[in-house]
């Protein structure tokens, strides 16, 4: 078993920043990508972005330019960070982990997830 625990959403003004972060614990050494996702009131969730263990990262098209996933292996952590913040990005993100081989890009290859944390970009 994995668990995620994330943390750092809350309110912030339209192009502002926020930094998300996902600490993993448990049986780590099973793990292949990590990943956010993010769902809005009345939406399906959608990935925001994903990473591998080999540094293969992949973005939503609404959130390219702006958002940036990155990892530490070592410390078993996942981050966001976003800049230029918008409010359609309001929603409750998700950590997410996958021990599928490849990259991973569907809700159902993710097998561990957070609680969320919610993101609400306004003024």
Same mark, same amino acid.
């Given at each position: 078993?994995? *668990? ?8 912030? *003004? ?44 992949? @973005?939503? $098209? ?18 966001? *960070? ?6 359609? $990005?309001?929603?409750? @993100? ?14 159902? $290859? @993710?097998? @561990?997830?957070?609680?969320?944390? *919610? ?5």
């Amino acid at each position: 078993q994995v *668990q995620l625990v994330e943390s750092g959403g809350g309110l912030v *003004q339209p192009g502002g920043s926020l930094r998300l972060s996902c600490a993993a614990s448990g049986s780590i050494y099973s793990l292949n990508a990590m990943a956010w996702y993010r769902q809005a009131p009345g939406k399906q969730r959608e990935m925001v972005a994903a990473i591998t263990n080999s540094g293969i990262t992949n @973005y939503a $098209d609404s959130v390219k330019g702006r958002f940036t996933i990155s990892r530490s292996i070592p410390k078993n952590t996942v981050s966001l *960070q976003m800049n230029s913040l918008k409010p359609e $990005d309001t929603a409750v @993100y998700f950590c997410a982990a996958s021990a599928r081989i490849g990259t991973p890009s569907r809700p159902s $290859d @993710y097998g @561990y997830w957070g609680q969320g944390t *919610q993101v609400t970009v306004s003024s």
